[in-house]
């Protein structure tokens, strides 16, 4: 089975902070992605990644940027965080065929 | 580019009900289709796919969707609904060429089935 794994399920920081986002999955997958997730929204892709050190911008890239230095791991950095980044982020990977498969999520709530 | 419209936000059931969650899409090429479902506190798990070959696909709880090209619509639907099925349900498409397989939601559908 597929395994994508979130390095938190729930995380509280401040405005302002620097906050980092681990996404690792098993399966050798050359493609990753970050969503973050709203009500009423549905999933919005931030970035994704095709290859190692190799990204490209999503629909809402701005105040995020993304790692990728390993095939299995894709991080996801919020340089200085504000409250309207509060959402729930998804990590996801994928092979081939479209198919996603998804992490269980991260919580985030900026104060 | 695609965009994928998801026609209701919430639909709400009684047990055993059957249901229709509608999902229409628009591309300028071939796509692959998907749902996903999403249950209370988790991430999104596949729940079914079209790739190819016959639009009528299922999944193994019940679920079915067709895959209608000239009415550009994916919609699911299920003939009798248990209470495990609530759960937040989403449309998504990606181009069936290219290499980046990037996948394109819709808002979602919350079905609640009721007892």
């Known amino acids: 089975d597929v395994k994508v794994t979130q390095s938190s399920r729930y995380l509280v920081k401040r405005t302002g902070e620097k906050v980092f986002l681990e996404c690792v999955q098993d399966m050798d997958h050359e493609n990753m992605f970050w969503y973050r997730q709203d009500p009423g929204l549905g999933l919005r892709l931030i970035y994704f990644s095709y290859d190692v050190k190799m990204k490209e911008k999503g629909d809402i890239p701005e105040g995020y940027s993304v790692s990728r230095e390993k095939k299995e791991r894709f991080s996801l950095i919020l340089e200085s965080a504000s409250t309207n980044q509060t959402s729930m982020y998804l990590c996801?990977?994928?092979?081939?065929?479209?198919?996603?498969?998804f992490g269980p999520g991260t919580r985030l709530t900026v104060t | 580019a695609q965009s994928v419209t998801q026609l209701d936000s919430q639909v709400p059931v009684f047990e055993e009900a059957p249901v229709e969650l509608r999902c229409n899409y628009s591309s300028s090429v071939s796509v692959y289709l998907f749902w996903y479902v999403q249950y209370p506190n988790q991430g999104l798990q596949l729940l079914l796919k079209y790739l190819s070959g016959s639009t009528l696909v299922k999944s193994i709880n019940g679920f079915e969707a067709e895959f209608n090209k000239s009415q550009t619509s994916f919609h699911l639907r299920k003939p009798s609904v248990h209470i495990s099925d609530t759960a937040e349900y989403f449309c998504a498409v990606s181009p069936s060429g290219g290499s980046n397989y990037k996948l394109t939601f819709g808002k979602g559908t919350l079905l609640t089935v009721n007892p």
């Open positions: 996801a990977s994928t092979l081939l065929g479209g198919e996603q498969y």
